[in-house]
């Protein structure tokens, strides 16, 4: 897979296009009943080239849902999942310049997660995903146990992405223009 071809895209998407885009998946999302169900939702700070999923949060917290963020731990070199109450006063900037949750925020056990949405480099249709290389949402994804939903642009959907034993499938990917089921 040419993740580099793909980032190329990205970053040559204009921002209000990126907005547009962003704001039509988040509508999108909030129409699926996986969505409407879900108590309480892991999140993500998107990156600047990543689909913007930020109004997703302020809207969970305001309809009583509990969302959590990935917080990096130093020690364990490891993310874990910290609840968020309020989007402007518990999130500090992380370890790789990526928006996470404060020190004070508790951690949540993921078995707790109904939906967590995933981003990525590239996805493929049969729900396989490649991120940055580092594998720590592979870490976090292989001991969630809520729905797995990949969260991208349509331009990151390719043909197939080779998998690697540590590689998590997931249950759905979300883009502006389609909701694509795998394992519901």
Same mark, same amino acid.
């Given at each position: 897979?040419?993740?580099?071809?793909?980032?190329? #895209?990205?970053?040559?998407?204009?921002?209000?296009?990126?907005?547009?885009?962003?704001?039509?998946?988040?509508?999108? @999302?909030?129409?699926?009943?996986?969505?409407?169900?879900?108590?309480?939702?892991?999140?993500?700070?998107?990156?600047?080239?990543?689909?913007?999923?930020?109004?997703?949060?302020?809207?969970?917290? =305001? +309809?009583?849902?509990?969302?959590?963020?990935?917080?990096?731990?130093?020690?364990?070199? #490891?993310?874990?999942?910290?609840?968020?109450?309020? +989007? +402007?006063?518990?999130?500090?900037?992380?370890?790789? *310049?990526?928006?996470?949750?404060? #020190?004070?925020?508790?951690?949540?056990? @993921?078995?707790?997660?109904? =939906?967590?949405?995933?981003?990525?480099?590239?996805?493929?249709?049969?729900?396989?995903?490649? *991120?940055?290389?580092?594998?720590?949402?592979?870490? @976090? =994804? +292989?001991?969630?146990?809520?729905?797995?939903?990949?969260?991208?642009?349509?331009?990151?959907?390719?043909?197939?992405?080779?998998?690697?034993?540590?590689?998590?499938?997931?249950?759905?990917?979300?883009?502006?223009?389609?909701?694509?089921?795998? #394992?519901?």
């Amino acid at each position: 897979v040419a993740g580099s071809g793909i980032r190329a #895209r990205m970053q040559l998407m204009s921002e209000p296009e990126r907005a547009a885009l962003s704001a039509e998946a988040c509508s999108r @999302l909030e129409r699926q009943s996986v969505w409407q169900t879900a108590q309480s939702v892991f999140a993500y700070a998107p990156m600047p080239e990543e689909l913007d999923i930020w109004p997703l949060v302020r809207a969970s917290l =305001l +309809a009583g849902k509990v969302v959590c963020l990935p917080r990096f731990d130093s020690a364990t070199k #490891r993310y874990v999942a910290c609840q968020v109450q309020d +989007a +402007a006063n518990d999130i500090v900037n992380g370890q790789f *310049g990526i928006r996470e949750p404060h #020190r004070q925020c508790v951690a949540v056990p @993921l078995n707790r997660l109904d =939906l967590v949405l995933v981003p990525g480099v590239a996805f493929d249709s049969r729900g396989r995903r490649l *991120g940055r290389g580092k594998g720590f949402y592979d870490q @976090l =994804l +292989a001991n969630a146990t809520g729905l797995k939903c990949g969260v991208a642009f349509d331009e990151q959907i390719v043909t197939e992405i080779p998998v690697e034993p540590h590689d998590v499938a997931l249950d759905c990917i979300l883009t502006p223009t389609r909701w694509l089921e795998f #394992r519901l």
